[in-house]
Protein backbone atom coordinates (compact mmCIF):
# COMPACT_ATOMS: atom_id res chain seq x y z
CA UNK A 1 0.00 0.00 0.00
CA UNK A 2 1.04 3.42 -0.86
CA UNK A 3 1.97 6.08 2.04
CA UNK A 4 -0.39 8.67 0.09
CA UNK A 5 -3.15 6.40 -0.44
CA UNK A 6 -3.39 3.99 2.63
CA UNK A 7 -6.67 2.30 2.03
CA UNK A 8 -6.28 2.66 -1.75
CA UNK A 9 -5.29 -0.29 -4.02
CA UNK A 10 -3.43 2.35 -6.79
CA UNK A 11 -0.25 2.48 -6.00
CA UNK A 12 -0.49 -1.95 -6.54
CA UNK A 13 -2.60 -1.03 -9.57
CA UNK A 14 0.08 1.45 -10.88
CA UNK A 15 3.20 -1.13 -10.21
CA UNK A 16 1.04 -3.69 -12.08
CA UNK A 17 0.72 -1.31 -14.95
CA UNK A 18 4.97 -0.74 -15.06
CA UNK A 19 5.16 -4.27 -15.17
CA UNK A 20 2.53 -4.81 -18.01
CA UNK A 21 4.91 -2.02 -20.05
CA UNK A 22 7.89 -3.68 -19.33
CA UNK A 23 6.68 -7.05 -20.38
CA UNK A 24 4.85 -5.75 -23.33
CA UNK A 25 8.54 -3.71 -24.82
CA UNK A 26 10.30 -7.23 -23.83
CA UNK A 27 7.82 -9.10 -25.69
CA UNK A 28 7.81 -7.15 -28.74
CA UNK A 29 12.03 -6.49 -28.81
CA UNK A 30 11.76 -10.46 -28.83
CA UNK A 31 9.44 -10.54 -31.37
CA UNK A 32 11.28 -8.27 -33.63
CA UNK A 33 14.70 -10.12 -33.47
CA UNK A 34 13.03 -13.25 -34.31
CA UNK A 35 11.30 -11.53 -37.40
CA UNK A 36 14.58 -10.38 -38.44
CA UNK A 37 16.63 -13.72 -37.91
CA UNK A 38 14.23 -15.43 -39.84
CA UNK A 39 14.75 -12.66 -42.95
CA UNK A 40 18.36 -13.57 -42.27
CA UNK A 41 19.33 -9.70 -40.88
CA UNK A 42 22.27 -10.07 -38.60
CA UNK A 43 21.57 -8.97 -34.68
CA UNK A 44 22.13 -5.22 -34.54
CA UNK A 45 25.01 -5.66 -32.16
CA UNK A 46 26.80 -7.61 -34.72
CA UNK A 47 29.33 -5.02 -36.56
CA UNK A 48 31.16 -5.56 -40.10
CA UNK A 49 34.66 -5.45 -39.71
CA UNK A 50 36.81 -3.87 -42.45
CA UNK A 51 39.58 -6.29 -43.15
CA UNK A 52 42.73 -4.79 -42.29
CA UNK A 53 45.15 -4.24 -45.47
CA UNK A 54 48.65 -3.45 -45.22
CA UNK A 55 50.41 -0.44 -45.63
CA UNK A 56 51.84 -0.95 -49.00
CA UNK A 57 48.52 -2.10 -50.06
CA UNK A 58 46.74 1.09 -49.15
CA UNK A 59 49.61 3.45 -50.32
CA UNK A 60 48.67 1.86 -53.87
CA UNK A 61 44.91 2.19 -53.35
CA UNK A 62 45.38 6.01 -52.44
CA UNK A 63 47.90 6.75 -55.02
CA UNK A 64 45.30 4.91 -57.57
CA UNK A 65 42.83 6.91 -56.80
CA UNK A 66 44.71 10.01 -57.33
CA UNK A 67 45.62 8.39 -60.69
CA UNK A 68 41.71 8.17 -61.47
CA UNK A 69 41.20 11.59 -60.41
CA UNK A 70 41.84 15.51 -61.38
CA UNK A 71 44.15 15.22 -58.46
CA UNK A 72 46.44 13.04 -60.48
CA UNK A 73 48.01 15.83 -61.98
CA UNK A 74 49.24 17.56 -58.86
CA UNK A 75 51.66 14.38 -58.19
CA UNK A 76 51.06 14.32 -54.31
CA UNK A 77 53.54 11.77 -52.42
CA UNK A 78 52.04 9.73 -50.36
CA UNK A 79 53.46 7.54 -47.09
CA UNK A 80 51.24 5.19 -45.22
CA UNK A 81 52.64 4.18 -41.22
CA UNK A 82 50.16 1.61 -39.20
CA UNK A 83 47.29 2.82 -41.05
CA UNK A 84 47.81 6.34 -40.91
CA UNK A 85 47.95 8.24 -44.67
CA UNK A 86 50.30 11.43 -44.80
CA UNK A 87 49.69 13.51 -48.31
CA UNK A 88 52.39 16.30 -48.87
CA UNK A 89 52.24 18.12 -51.80
CA UNK A 90 51.20 21.92 -53.42
CA UNK A 91 48.13 22.40 -55.23
CA UNK A 92 46.68 24.90 -57.30
CA UNK A 93 42.92 24.29 -56.43
CA UNK A 94 41.85 24.76 -53.38
CA UNK A 95 39.23 21.99 -53.44
CA UNK A 96 41.69 19.39 -53.94
CA UNK A 97 42.94 18.93 -50.63
CA UNK A 98 39.74 18.45 -48.80
CA UNK A 99 39.39 15.98 -51.96
CA UNK A 100 42.47 14.32 -50.92
CA UNK A 101 41.47 13.37 -47.63
CA UNK A 102 38.22 12.25 -48.98
CA UNK A 103 40.13 9.94 -51.29
CA UNK A 104 42.53 8.70 -49.03
CA UNK A 105 39.78 8.06 -46.10
CA UNK A 106 37.34 5.92 -48.54
CA UNK A 107 40.53 4.13 -49.75
CA UNK A 108 40.86 2.59 -45.78
CA UNK A 109 43.30 5.18 -44.08
CA UNK A 110 42.00 4.84 -40.44
CA UNK A 111 43.19 8.90 -39.91
CA UNK A 112 44.98 11.06 -42.57
CA UNK A 113 47.45 14.12 -42.14
CA UNK A 114 46.74 16.53 -44.99
CA UNK A 115 49.84 18.37 -45.14
CA UNK A 116 49.14 19.68 -48.54
CA UNK A 117 49.54 23.36 -49.22
CA UNK A 118 47.11 25.66 -51.27
CA UNK A 119 49.34 28.13 -53.15
CA UNK A 120 48.56 31.95 -52.84
CA UNK A 121 46.84 32.77 -55.90
CA UNK A 122 44.32 29.90 -55.30
CA UNK A 123 43.67 31.00 -51.99
CA UNK A 124 43.50 34.73 -53.22
CA UNK A 125 40.82 33.42 -56.07
CA UNK A 126 38.96 31.26 -53.56
CA UNK A 127 38.61 34.43 -51.27
CA UNK A 128 37.41 36.60 -54.20
CA UNK A 129 34.99 34.46 -55.05
CA UNK A 130 33.68 34.34 -51.60
CA UNK A 131 33.85 38.20 -51.53
CA UNK A 132 31.49 38.16 -54.51
CA UNK A 133 28.94 35.81 -52.58
CA UNK A 134 28.99 33.04 -55.07
CA UNK A 135 31.10 30.11 -56.17
CA UNK A 136 33.01 30.31 -59.07
CA UNK A 137 30.46 27.81 -61.15
CA UNK A 138 27.70 29.58 -60.36
CA UNK A 139 26.51 32.93 -62.40
CA UNK A 140 24.33 35.26 -62.25
CA UNK A 141 21.34 35.60 -64.43
CA UNK A 142 22.31 39.08 -65.76
CA UNK A 143 25.61 37.44 -66.52
CA UNK A 144 23.90 34.73 -68.57
CA UNK A 145 23.82 34.84 -72.71
CA UNK A 146 19.92 34.49 -73.69
Same mark, same amino acid.
Given at each position: ?24 ? /? ?102 ? /? ?16
Amino acid at each position: MSKLYPNSHYSLWRLEVHARHRFIA /LLLTALATLAAQQRGVPPKKAVAVKPQISDVELEKAIRARFAQSKSGSDKFTVRVQGGVATLEGKTEVVQRKGAATRMAKTAGAKQVMNKIEVSQTARQKASDN /LAQGRRRAQVKRSDAVR
